[in-house]
């Protein structure tokens, strides 16, 4: 699974870094992007998948 | 005393200061939006008040047709004095603004708010509910929104704005008059008023002396070169007390109101607390507090409704986040809601800038009630009283305790 964030998009609500610390970063004004390349280790698919759904402003995009 | 004239028709002459709607928004929305959507009133203006989630974010992301130059929920009626159009030329950026102004003093602000700085007001929260909790009376009763909600967010702002804690009640007081009694002209003046003249003795002070806080800092930052000008400097301050305040005290006396009528949740929050930071977000989206303003900046038609330039429509993030096409069993609060895109921070650009200040205030403040006081309920024959309009949250919650 790999997954990003668009930075055009996202809002700084900052779900996905609350949901999946492992995986998102977030920067002082509120950016967030996908720690590493994007590759999401199988053992977080599961809550990276709910980071997707519970960002409201639909900024989570699974890429491949 | 009701403030308004009593509400027959909720489409065509709503009124958000209607005790009813204050007291209970939910089944007029959730009817509203099996028949008409968008409501209309030309109470105080024209008004739309969406109740789809679909809408509300579609209008919220829509910046070109509406516009934040008035985001009150009650208008203002009337011209701005020239007093305050010399003072406030710019009103309370970023909320009141549009971009370009928008985009670079919300960049100022949100260093202050980001998760890692937050972290840093995370024990001075957890003391100041300590203390309340202790202040309570003996006797196993206290007013959770007025004893408790409404004495910690105040003080948390205070000291990220480096303004002495021991004013929180007249802040409490100044923000009051400004959100609570909007509908009340001298009240909302005498609040703004208060704000402004106290700010402005602040920020002289600070010009001779800067101190590390959000002012200080404030006014010695330079953008393209030039010192930020102090009028903004001025709206930034005035508007962190306003919009961090009655709205995150709101959260917390509304989540203490639901943990006070339900206990099974209670219990389930002591027997599963894994599930705290779901629950903190389910407790937000079903008791958002905060519904912001428009303008129509030129006529236009949204799902047909004629909207006309002038015309004002309420961002009704609340409705929205009970919106049964967005959210599962919507009117069902379910403490570890897996799928919660809520938007009660807002949609879009103007995201609430101190939303990770105020998530953190909430989860300490109803950790360490829990803590110290797991088991609780309304006291019989006591009455809650609720606030409404741009920020709705008990006033009075009168609650008894073993
Ligand atoms: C539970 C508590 C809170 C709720 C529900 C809330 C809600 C909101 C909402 C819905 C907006 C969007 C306004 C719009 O679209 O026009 C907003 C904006 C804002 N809020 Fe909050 N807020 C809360 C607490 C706070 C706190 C603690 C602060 C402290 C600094 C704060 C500061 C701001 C600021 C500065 C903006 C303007 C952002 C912009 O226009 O770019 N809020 N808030
Ligand atoms: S939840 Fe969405 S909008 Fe919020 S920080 Fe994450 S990606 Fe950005």
Request: charged share 30%; with cysteine; aromatic share 8%.
């Amino acid at each position: 699974m790999n997954i990003r964030v668009d930075p055009d998009k996202c809002q700084g609500h900052a779900r996905c870094y609350g949901l999946l610390p492992e995986l998102f970063d977030i920067d002082d004004y509120g950016l967030s992007t996908v720690i590493g390349d994007g590759t999401v280790p199988p053992e977080l698919e599961e809550r990276a998948r709910l980071a997707i759904a519970n960002c409201p402003e639909y900024a989570i995009d699974e890429t491949s | 005393m009701p403030r308004t004239a009593p509400v027959t028709r909720w489409d065509t002459d709503f009124d958000v200061l209607d005790p009813e709607y204050i007291s209970n928004p939910f089944e007029i929305w959730d009817e509203l939006r099996q028949g008409c959507p968008i409501a209309h009133t030309d109470r105080r203006g024209s008004n739309w008040l969406p109740t789809r989630y679909a809408d509300v974010t579609a209008i919220a992301h829509d910046i070109e047709h509406f516009s934040s130059l008035e985001v009150g929920v009650i208008p203002f009626d009337g011209e701005p004095t020239e007093e305050q159009d010399r003072v406030l030329p710019y009103g309370l950026p970023p909320i009141s603004a549009d971009p370009p102004l928008h985009t670079w003093t919300r960049r100022l602000l949100l260093p202050w708010f980001s998760h890692r700085r937050v972290e840093g007001y995370e024990e001075l929260t957890r003391e100041l509910c300590r203390s309340a909790i202790a202040g309570f009376d003996a006797g196993g009763r206290a007013d959770a929104a007025e004893e408790y909600a409404q004495q910690i967010p105040v003080r948390v702002i205070a000291q990220v704005l480096g303004v002495p804690i021991e004013l929180a009640d007249t802040f409490t007081g100044w923000v009051r008059d400004v959100l609570e009694f909007a509908d009340d002209e001298e009240r909302r003046f005498r609040g703004m008023e208060g704000l402004i003249k106290y700010f402005l003795v602040e920020l002289e002070e600070r010009k001779k002396n800067p101190g590390t806080d959000l002012l200080s800092e404030l006014l010695h930052t330079e953008v393209d070169g030039a010192l930020v000008e102090e009028s903004l400097v001025l709206g930034v301050a005035a508007l962190v007390l306003i919009a961090g305040i009655d709205t995150t005290w709101s959260a917390i006396g509304s989540s203490l109101w639901h943990l006070a009528t339900h206990p099974e949740d209670r219990k389930r929050l002591a027997e599963e607390p894994e599930i705290w930071p779901l629950a903190i977000e389910e407790l937000l989206r079903a008791y958002s507090p905060v519904t912001m303003g428009r303008l129509v900046t030129s006529d236009v038609e949204f799902a047909g409704c004629p909207m006309k330039e002038g015309d004002h429509v309420l961002l009704n993030f609340p409705a929205a986040n009970r919106d049964p096409e967005t959210f599962e069993d919507a009117e069902e609060v379910i403490l570890d809601r897996a799928h919660n895109r809520h938007v009660a921070f807002g949609s879009g650009i103007h995201r609430c800038a101190g939303s990770n200040l105020a998530r953190m205030e909430l989860r300490v403040a109803l950790e360490e009630w829990m803590k110290a006081i797991p088991e609780f309920r309304i006291a019989e024959g006591e009455e809650v009283t609720w606030a409404g309009g741009q920020v709705r949250g008990p006033r009075r919650l009168p609650v008894v305790f073993p």
